[in-house]
């Protein structure tokens, strides 16, 4: 795998500002807030966050899937891919890009498949729109999508509805619809979360295996920090709408310098130590309409003082390269409270 | 003569069996089960199938021209015999004759302009719940418009245009007048389904808004418009009835089943065959397209649906 360095990232996201206008006077919910990080090619990113951090609005803010309104991506947002703009790019270069070249990987194989055609016509539709295959084209290149996902016989299974497959076939013919152009980049939400962990184990090998085999940049995006100790090769930690801590996973296991990040691994469930009760980060995230101010995280902190509640920290260096926290312990590390 | 009878006896038997074959057919899946579930689905299928097939072969089971008036004296209003078997007019036509070639119209006008409107409807409705705002704003807006407007003022409204309406304009005219429901029906569906995740899919994949449309959302909504429909076809018939009764619809010498009423809505006391026929037809066509739409409903009704 391909460490950050030389190379170029295949796709920098800067300061991506996505709003959503809530009804009536609920003012505006900042879900993505500023949030910038770069894919390398052929490198897996894991993006880590607990629901309502803003993980999928990222994910779906880069092929601008944001339902407008009462969506919209603030002026200012820059997602280079290529050597363009998606933000600014006009729908029809847009869609020549979407299934094309960045595919997509939904939560819920259960719905994001049609329950009115088979998996083949579904596999084959994005080569059909973006190649113009043919009929008997896209069925053959179907039934090796199927192949290629594990699927065991595939000339029969092609013919198949999707309620006729069980849940973990369902997530791989989802996987072949993703796959089916051969994209660059691969953006998968919470792939395995619907899933029971044996198969979740199994997608997850099938999508390394499948990342060797076609050389692809996969953003992993997940609440399981298990699944990112797995597979991924760098970590951006999400809260809040913004970037907490980016690190390659080894470090960030490691030695994480953002309190948030400690209080994720913490609550891993561990077989070597036992305890009688699951470790938790207290509270919840906070409304994306009312962000508190300094650190959006203080609430929550076991080691908050003044400066936190009135200054926000950026992204500062946690000393090896490639490793940045949003926190002010990384500065000022002696104001860090023993535990308990 | 006994071409007539052999046909119909062909018929009759064809279109039972048919329906026999199609049921045992169909009883090997759950939405076959639960369509012929219904007692009178079979019954219905099969009226239909014979209505369908009659119209079909009518050259075949027609004994005379439906037009000729082979004697305007003699043969008038003569009540049903072995040659004439539902009598004849008052122009000497051949009942029998004129009933098997107006199903040819009946039917025709019914089933074309219902998928006029079923187009009409479908593409309206699917635009405007999928899009939203000011276009689905605008368009239901239209659509109640057209609801308000009583559809018979329509109609008599365009004949006053036309001074001899053709066939096919009759059918534009019944089917351009006749989408309003459809949409609303249309628009409901689509407005749940395009919340769906499989949209969002289809649009990560590349395609473009029409495709999500026509492509991905709308076959999602053929239950509703299939049982629709079939309701519908009844519904349009007993409209081209009722405007060729008043002698707007289809005119002679073209024979429809509406306008053979009207010829004998003055001879009913001495004649009732003349209206009785065609409205026994009508009756019955209307009623076994009710009773399959009903059994339509339930048997693509997904909240049936086992697996």
């Known amino acids: ?340 | 003569m006994l071409r007539t009878w052999v046909s119909l006896a062909v018929l009759v038997a064809g279109s039972t069996g048919g329906a026999f074959a199609l049921r045992r057919r169909c009883e090997r899946t759950g939405r076959g089960r639960r369509f012929f579930r219904h007692p009178t689905a079979t019954t219905g299928v099969a009226v239909l199938t014979f209505f369908v097939l009659v119209a079909v072969c009518a050259p075949l089971v027609a004994p005379y021209d439906p037009s000729a008036q082979p004697d305007p004296v003699g043969l008038q209003n003569r009540p049903p015999s072995w040659l004439h078997p539902f009598g004849t007019d008052l122009y000497s036509h051949d009942v029998l004759s004129r009933v098997v070639y107006g199903a040819q119209v009946s039917l025709g006008v019914g089933t074309l302009a219902m998928l006029v409107a079923l187009t009409l409807g479908a593409v309206v409705g699917a635009i405007a719940g999928y899009t939203g705002r000011w276009i689905d704003a605008v368009l239901m807006r239209l659509v109640d418009v057209g609801i308000a407007v009583p559809r018979m003022f329509l109609l008599l409204m365009a004949v006053a245009l036309w001074s001899r309406l053709p066939l096919g304009t009759l059918i534009v005219l019944i089917g351009v007048t006749g989408w309003f429901g459809t949409s609303r029906l249309v628009r409901a569906e689509v407005l749940s389904l395009r919340e769906r995740p499989f949209v969002d899919a289809a649009r990560a994949l590349g395609a473009r808004s029409g495709r999500v449309i026509f492509g991905h959302v709308l076959p999602n909504a053929a239950a509703p418009l299939i049982v629709s429909a079939a309701l519908g076809i009844g519904h349009v018939m007993l409209l081209e009835a009722a405007l060729s009764f008043l002698g707007i619809g289809v005119r002679p010498p073209v024979a429809s089943w509406g306008n053979m009423i009207a010829d004998g809505r003055d001879l009913l006391t001495i004649a009732p065959w003349i209206s009785l026929v065609p409205g026994l037809g009508i009756a019955a066509v209307v009623m076994s397209l009710n009773a399959v739409g009903d059994a339509l409903r339930d048997a693509l009704d997904p909240r049936e649906e086992a697996t």
């Open chain 1, 1 to 340: 795998m391909t460490q950050p360095g030389g190379t170029a990232p295949l796709l920098a996201v800067r300061d991506l500002k996505t709003y959503f206008v809530t009804g009536r006077g609920g003012g505006t919910a900042r879900a993505v807030d500023g949030v910038s990080f770069e894919l390398y090619p052929g490198e897996t990113l894991g993006i880590v966050g607990e629901s309502g951090c803003g993980k999928t609005v990222t994910s779906l803010s880069i092929l601008r899937l944001i339902p407008e309104p009462p969506g919209h991506i603030r002026p200012g947002s820059y997602i280079e891919f290529d050597g363009r703009n998606l933000l600014t790019l006009a729908p029809r270069d847009l869609r020549a890009i979407r299934g094309n070249r960045i595919a997509m990987v939904f939560q819920e194989p259960m719905t994001s498949l049609n329950p009115v055609f088979t998996v083949g016509d579904q596999i084959a539709e994005a080569a059909v729109v973006h190649q113009g295959l043919s009929r008997g084209a896209a069925r053959a290149r179907a039934i090796d999508m199927l192949r290629l996902v594990g699927i065991p016989d595939p000339e029969t299974r092609v013919d198949d509805y999707p309620h006729q497959l069980s849940g973990g076939m369902r997530q791989r013919v989802v996987i072949a619809m993703a796959l089916v152009c051969r994209p660059q980049i691969l953006i998968a939400d919470e792939p395995t979360t619907a899933l029971d962990v044996t198969i979740q184990a199994q997608i997850l090998e099938l999508l390394e295996r499948l990342q060797a085999e076609l050389g692809m940049a996969v953003m992993l995006i997940t609440h399981d920090l298990g699944v990112v100790a797995g597979t991924a090769d760098r970590v951006v930690v999400m809260y809040a709408g913004q970037v907490v801590e980016t690190a390659s996973t080894a470090e960030l296991f490691a030695g994480p310098r953002h309190p948030y990040t400690e209080g994720l691994l913490a609550s891993i469930p561990r077989l070597d130590r036992p305890a009688d009760r699951l470790t938790s980060i207290p509270g919840n995230v906070p409304a994306a309409t009312h962000w508190p101010a300094g650190c959006r995280f203080h609430p929550r902190c076991p080691h908050a003082w003044d400066k936190c509640r009135r200054e926000e920290p950026p992204l500062l260096d946690a000393g090896t390269p490639g490793h940045t926290a949003r926190c002010w312990l990384v500065v000022e590390p002696q104001r860090r409270r023993p535990a308990p």
